[in-house]
């Protein structure tokens, strides 16, 4: 094992030595070597041989894979509860969001992991093959009759934790790859390169497709073998894509570009707030930035100091030797992290403190998107969904009428939209801030919708006499998948694009968690507001039927309004916020630069 890493040593540095002069310096990308990026062995990663399409792709696979086998669970699980397991529809719903929130809850955990210990390739792999394995577990638990109730009966707590434990093993396996997947991919991309920036941007288009695509089998394709040819082959059938997927990503391994960590993003937020903490009416502020302590970091790696936030800045005060520094063994004394930070760092948090309030009002969407495969789903349980003589749509499938409507608007908005935009305005189209907002307000417009759908469905339901179904066709509910599936096309590629390119280049890896963190909040709240309103009134009771879920939906759509309301103000305090930052404003310009060559 020795020899082995001694010749890989030998070889990187033969390497380095023959290909000093082609490393691309400067910004200009114009050399053989990626600069911040090693492959396989350690060494400089050499352009032609490393990264771009054919690594990036492999990465995709892994995406479609988790997809498939998460939303696969997800759409249908509702229908499983109440008729199989036997709970209540309140109930129901909340193990549902509960599960997905936890999923993406578990990214922060993943990206913690990624940026600390083990970077983003092993925890893909390593948390991969976790969701595999639960899904191969959830699949042997519902072919064993002891763990499920009998007819007529509610689930024992032995039968309720065996699910659980599935389910959120599932649920580890999910949020520890996912906030790694994307970060990865853009890992085979050197931003410095003009080709390579181009290629990224198309990147996010593709990743974002192939989350659709997953999305898209789950709900026809895998919802059909759930209902018509059992559970047991639509889990394993998960389990083994996400297998392969796993082989397919690992055979990679020597095309990839991997990138140095530097650490915990998470870390480095805390070392910042507890050095501002101690020195807060300890010290007094310099009268100019110069006088603020800054690291030997390279000078195109630093970050400009800025006057926001001015409370932050006392991390970065000297307040002496004694206070501020600590001796390393054998060598000279160094800065304590937890004492006094540069201005890069405290910088870095600042940048990510004017994400808060876009994070904060973006939670509310997704809980809107919660009820997209939970009472809408139970909602079409009860309506007529036979088409032709003999074929009825699962109910699960509807959802397919929510994926359409994002790949579709994604393709009108690519391929019709921004083209048009080019040449009447010279734009590329809308902006993350603005994509944001139109989501926001189709969601409003979604939940009128569904409260208008279920008026209906319940006088009708209220009126018929006879039958399981209620006489009134399901696609009746068309409108509402329609309208949070085209939103959710504009909300997920603004917040992705928001969230990455105005967080430090340094903690991708943590912006991906703190966006899909947005969604494991949206879910948890649903839970809780399913709770509250069970509790407080009588809108929702054991059965769909029994229930007013328009009034329901009517509340939703009120606290959208408000919420929208409150993102506007946020939105433009953000845009003026990176107005002012001069790190966002370079990294805007690049991204912009990216668009016109795509």
Not at 43 to 67: M, Q
Not at 159 to 178: D, E, R
Not at 237 to 266: D, E, N, Q
Request: proline share 4%.
């Amino acid at each position: 094992m020795v020899s082995k890493r001694h010749g890989y040593l030998c070889a990187c540095v033969q390497e380095v030595e023959k290909k000093t002069s082609a490393w691309s310096g400067g910004g200009g990308g114009g050399g053989n070597m990626v600069r911040d990026a090693v492959d396989y062995r350690g060494c400089p990663a050499d352009r032609s041989a490393t990264g771009g399409w054919v690594a990036a792709a492999l990465v995709l696979g892994i995406e479609l894979c988790e997809r498939l086998s998460t939303m696969g669970i997800a759409v249908n699980l509702v229908t499983y509860l109440t008729g199989t397991m036997h709970l209540p529809s309140a109930a129901a719903a909340n193990v549902v969001t509960d599960f997905m929130g936890t999923s993406f809850l578990l990214c922060l955990l993943g990206g913690f992991l990624a940026d600390s210990f083990l970077g983003r390739y092993l925890t893909i792999a390593v948390f991969a093959l976790v969701q595999s394995i639960g899904t191969a577990l959830l699949a042997a638990s519902t072919l064993v009759t002891h763990l499920r109730p009998p007819p007529g009966e509610q689930p024992t707590p032995v039968q309720m934790a065996v699910l659980y434990a599935c389910l959120y093993l599932i649920a580890l396996g999910t949020g520890g790859l996912k906030s790694s997947v994307s970060g990865f991919g853009t890992d085979q991309f050197d931003d410095r390169d003009g080709r390579e920036r181009a290629a990224m941007g198309l990147f996010f288009n593709r990743f974002f497709f192939f989350i659709s695509l997953g999305t898209l089998l789950a709900v026809t394709v895998l919802v059909y073998v759930q209902d018509h040819v059992g559970r047991i082959w639509a889990y394993g059938i998960c389990s083994a894509a996400m297998l392969a997927a796993i082989a397919v990503f690992l055979s990679g391994t020597r095309r990839y570009r991997y990138k140095r960590s530097s650490g915990s993003p998470i870390v480095h937020i805390l070392q910042v707030l507890v050095a501002a903490a101690r020195k807060r009416g300890v010290v007094k502020r310099p009268p100019t930035a110069a006088e603020l302590y800054e690291d030997d970091r390279p000078e195109h790696a630093r970050i400009a100091h800025t006057a926001q936030f001015p409370c932050l800045d006392m991390a970065a005060v000297v307040a002496g030797e004694e206070d501020n520094e600590v001796a390393g063994p054998g060598g000279p004394a160094a800065p304590n992290p937890w004492k006094l930070c540069s201005v890069s760092r405290v910088e870095e948090v600042k940048m990510v403190a004017r994400l808060m309030p876009v994070w904060a009002t973006t939670i509310l969407f997704w809980t809107i998107y919660a009820q997209m495969i939970t009472f809408s789903v139970e909602q079409a349980t009860t309506m007529d969904r036979r088409v032709g003589a003999g074929f009825e749509i699962p109910a699960a499938s509807l959802t397919v009428f929510f994926v359409g409507a994002i790949m579709l608007t994604l393709a009108v908005y690519d391929r019709v939209f921004i083209p048009l935009c080019r040449v009447l305005t010279g734009k590329q189209g809308f902006t993350n801030l603005e994509k944001i907002g139109i989501g926001l307000a189709l969601s409003i417009l979604g939940m009128a919708a569904a409260a208008l759908c279920e008026k209906k469905r319940l006088a009708v339901a209220v009126a018929a006499t006879t039958g399981n179904s209620t006489p009134i066709s399901v696609f009746l509910l068309t409108p509402q998948f329609l309208l949070v599936g085209a939103g959710e096309a504009f909300i997920y590629t603004g917040q992705l694009d928001f969230f990455i390119t105005r967080s430090p280049k340094g903690m991708k890896t943590m912006s991906t968690g703190l966006f899909l963190t947005t969604l494991s909040l949206g879910f948890f709240f649903s839970s809780v507001l399913v709770s509250l309103v069970k509790g407080a009134t009588t809108w929702l009771g054991d059965t769909i039927d029994r229930s007013r879920l328009d009034y329901f939906y009517w509340l939703l759509a009120v606290l959208s309004v408000l919420n929208l309301a409150a993102y506007l103000v946020c939105a433009k305090w953000a845009a003026t916020a990176a107005a002012t930052s001069p790190e966002q404003q370079q990294q805007h310009t690049a991204v912009a630069d990216a668009d016109e060559k795509c």
